[in-house]
């Protein structure tokens, strides 16, 4: 198997709310969110998040890894899993229960 | 229960303002997040998986209805309408702001609520026993003690940057409803010979990645000096605790590194001086003055026999059922302590809906009822129903989803937020929590089971207690996969005892048949009137592990 | 200590001392060493006609010091970090066991939301940043008016309010 596609995703400071980058700023659902193959690029992403804590934008920015599946991104761990959907038990709550989520994950 | 006076509401409402100050300073930068993390802990206010959660005191686990209602109106305007009751008799809410805390704290306040210290490196929300008050066997009301210890390690400017959490227990009665001996300090009220009452205060307990019962540090202390001597075991924790480790710098750590000996003296060489510089004796008319807020309420003088009662037992088998499992004896004769169970089958352990805290607190008001309280099992008690009440009020909780009658049975689990909600999981709880509620769900094979606490962690930092389950289940991550480590054995009453682990862990497509087996075999191997937690004691593991591998294709 | 001001009974003063490193020489006027320095060269720094300061590291009690305690002017509490704590434990002990009456200065990382603990064990002269300004620690000891506990400073608690009140 070839190794995982990364994400950089982090938390709004001011809401919480779990963010992913794309392209310098920060989207709220997984699907629309910048996929780098190349490693390089994606530490150059983390890097460049800097700006976003010193702005106050985000905290925490984090590289975490996905494989494309049919359709859809899935994340290799289940954490990552749960946070781009909401907590399992309450389908009615999180980003799950937008209309811009992409129900095939 | 206590009410503010002008002090206590100046020193809140100025912590609002304090708070308000530090996020003015996090959102212009002043403060970087490093900064910024153990003071927003330090207002209980987390960073979850998916949002802030911001956990919510509630000292010694009493509620009014104002407060109540303060808190329905909390899940409304700044949440999802509901909140979760916590092992440490506190709410949470999951999806805070930031930017709305302490506007939500200005709320609070205005209940005599908030969220002080709830969270960080400091003395935390002290707990105590959810039937004081009211139960037959108590000694003398645990929260009287706990709202003195409350106000003296509020912003206390010495142990507030302790090398970790510090978690302090009080209970009232020879039967331990607080857990006290797993707690950092836990203290029970006692009488000597002489028929004066008194604390015995027991250091190092704790759950965790290691779990320990505390050591006795002070057999006998005296109502007047209990500050000092609680003053003398934080002293002695903050000067030598390790802060080079985090997952061994609890006060459980020093002190079984030292013995109980050692820490005991330590403990009294500043027990004797700070005792003797006299600043923080308690007066009696302190211990008076404070006392007279926990007096209970003026009882009725009403017979034990309650028509109504009796006659709505004869005729609902679902009161009868409810009233079987969810009283507990009251003191005062005519009266009844009932437990609300937060445990629906196949429900969100703890989970109460705004909805329900609107009618809860209706519900106190309806029948005249000045509190409600929250037990570390993450059940709603109400400590002084007249039983004559008793068919009203449960067909009211039944209207609101509130009146399981499973108390203390298999059903009545008890699970941490788990992978769902915390971002120091590995795994999840909750669902595991639901398949099991709904295995066990039949009511008469819930009686034939009886007493059985379950209780369920998704990490190692264990607030589930899982330690002290007398079925413990530790969620873990094997390469990725969510796994469940079964124990068995666990007490967090007097009889304190940690769980011992079955074998290797169970998948999640397992775990619920393992636990199902573990029961069978209790149910086959009793003796008598034993519960769950004697037969295990009796017969030991082997049994249980060996009818939980039933199967697996490799030699335990 | 460079880019720092020193802050005393609430306003900036002038540092009345110099921190020497455990090899520097000895100026004439007061000084501030290390423990590790004041265990070593003990009895010539106490027979200097000097004021004399001892610097302690967060794990380094003041009860070492013995008896030489109250022969100091002042000693320097560090916080390597904000959260290590336990100076305000040290500070408290000097106060109260060991009956210290001099300076106790802190220095190192603390936040401004830790002055107004820092002031209650007995922290008297504080080491913040350059552009750090008085304003902000006036405002840092008036944030709580009351307290519950007795500490150090012998401020009247709540509990004793209440009674007078």
């Known amino acids: ?105 | 229960m206590y009410r503010y006076d002008e002090f206590d509401a100046r020193f809140v409402a100025e912590r609002v303002e304090q708070f308000r100050y530090q996020v003015e300073r996090r959102l212009s930068g002043e403060l970087t997040e490093d900064e910024f993390k153990p003071l927003r802990l330090l207002n209980g206010l987390y960073l979850q998986l998916h949002a802030y959660m911001l956990r919510i005191a509630v000292p010694y686990g009493t509620l009014s209805p104002k407060q109540l209602r303060m808190l329905a109106h909390i899940a409304r305007k700044y949440d999802k309408g509901y909140g979760h009751f916590t092992t440490r008799q506190n709410i949470q809410f999951n999806w805070i702001k930031l930017v709305d805390v302490p506007d939500t704290l200005a709320d609070l306040a205005t209940v005599e609520m908030h969220a002080i210290q709830t969270s960080g490196n400091c003395i935390r929300n002290v707990t105590a026993d959810h039937f004081a008050g009211a139960a037959r066997d108590e000694i003398e009301d645990p929260r009287i003690l706990a709202e003195i210890v409350r106000q003296w390690s509020s912003l206390h400017p010495e142990f507030t940057y302790l090398p970790r959490k510090f978690k302090i227990a009080v209970s009232g009665s020879e039967h331990d409803r607080a857990a006290v001996k797993f707690h950092d300090v836990g203290i029970e009220i006692i009488r000597n010979d002489k028929g004066e009452t008194g604390y015995r205060v027991y250091a190092g307990g704790g759950m965790g990645r290691t779990p320990y019962i505390g050591h006795v540090v002070g057999d006998f202390v005296e109502k007047r000096d209990i500050l000092a001597f609680l003053e003398a075991v934080m002293r002695v924790y903050n000067q030598s605790g390790r802060r080079d480790n985090i997952y061994k710098a609890r006060i459980k750590i020093l002190v079984n590194a030292l013995g109980a000996e050692e820490m005991r003296r330590q403990v009294m060489r500043e027990f004797d001086e700070i005792k003797a510089a006299g600043t923080l004796a308690v007066p009696s008319a302190e211990l008076d003055n404070i006392a007279r807020y926990f007096a209970p309420p003026a009882f009725e003088a009403l017979g034990d026999n309650a028509p109504e009662y009796d006659a709505a037992r004869a005729s609902s088998a679902a009161f009868r059922a409810w009233s079987d499992t969810n009283l507990t004896p009251h003191r005062a004769p005519g009266y009844a302590i009932a437990t609300i169970s937060l445990k629906p089958i196949g429900g969100v352990p703890g989970d109460a809906t705004h909805e329900q805290l609107d009618a809860l607190a209706d519900l106190l008001d309806e029948f005249g009822m000045g509190e409600l309280r929250v037990s570390h099992e993450q059940n709603l008690v109400l400590p002084h129903v007249r039983k004559k009440d008793l068919p009203a009020i449960f067909a009211k909780l039944e209207a609101l989803g509130l009146a399981t009658p499973n108390a203390g049975l298999v059903t009545d689990i008890i699970a941490c937020p788990g992978l769902d909600y915390c971002d120091l999981a590995n795994a999840r709880s909750i669902p595991i929590a639901q398949r099991i509620s709904e295995r066990f769900q039949d009511l008469a094979r819930q009686h034939d089971i009886g007493e059985l606490k379950i209780k369920i962690s998704g990490c190692i930092n264990a607030c589930g207690h899982h330690h002290a389950g007398h079925i413990g289940v530790l969620g873990v991550d094997k390469k990725g996969v969510e796994y469940y480590q079964l124990q068995l054995g666990g007490s967090g009453a007097e009889d304190a005892s940690i769980g011992e682990i079955l074998g290797p862990a169970f998948g999640e497509h397992e775990i619920v048949d393992a636990v199902e087996r573990v029961v069978d075999v209790y149910l086959e191997q009793r003796s008598g009137s034993e519960r769950f937690l004697d037969t295990v004691r009796r017969l030991g593991i082997e049994p249980f592990k060996e009818r939980a591998y039933a199967g697996w294709a490799f030699h335990i | 200590m460079t880019g720092t001001k020193l802050i005393k009974a609430g306003r900036f003063v002038e540092d009345a001392f110099v921190t020497l490193g455990d090899d520097d020489p000895q100026p004439a006027n007061g000084t501030i060493v290390s423990l590790a320095r004041f265990e070593k060269e003990r009895d010539a720094l106490v027979s200097r006609n000097a004021p004399l300061g001892v610097r302690l590291k967060s794990d380094e009690s003041p009860e070492r010091l013995g008896d030489d305690v109250n022969r100091l002017s002042v000693i320097v509490l560090e916080f390597p970090k904000f959260r290590d704590g336990r100076a305000f434990s040290w500070a408290r002990m000097l106060r109260t066991r060991l009956g210290f009456k001099g300076e106790i200065r802190a220095t190192g990382h603390f936040l401004y939301d830790q002055l107004a603990f820092m002031a209650r064990v007995g922290i008297d002269a504080f080491e913040v940043p350059e552009g750090f300004a008085i304003a902000e620690f006036d405002r840092a000891m008036g944030e709580i008016t009351n307290v519950y506990q007795p500490s150090a400073d012998g401020r009247p608690t709540i509990r004793q309010l209440r009674a007078d009140g």
Do not use: C
């Open chain 1, 1 to 105: 198997m070839s190794k995982p596609d990364q994400v950089l995703t982090a938390n709004r400071l001011r809401d919480g709310e779990v963010v992913y980058w794309k392209a310098g700023s920060w989207v709220e659902h997984l699907e629309e969110a910048e996929v780098f193959s190349d490693g390089t690029a994606a530490t150059a992403a983390l890097k460049a998040a800097d700006k976003a804590i010193q702005d106050r934008i985000v905290v925490n920015p984090y590289l975490f890894e996905v494989r494309r599946e049919a359709h859809a991104l899935r994340p290799v761990k289940e954490r990552e899993v749960i946070r781009a959907a909401g907590p399992t038990v309450r389908p009615d709550l999180g980003k799950q229960s937008s209309e811009a989520f992409d129900v095939s994950l």
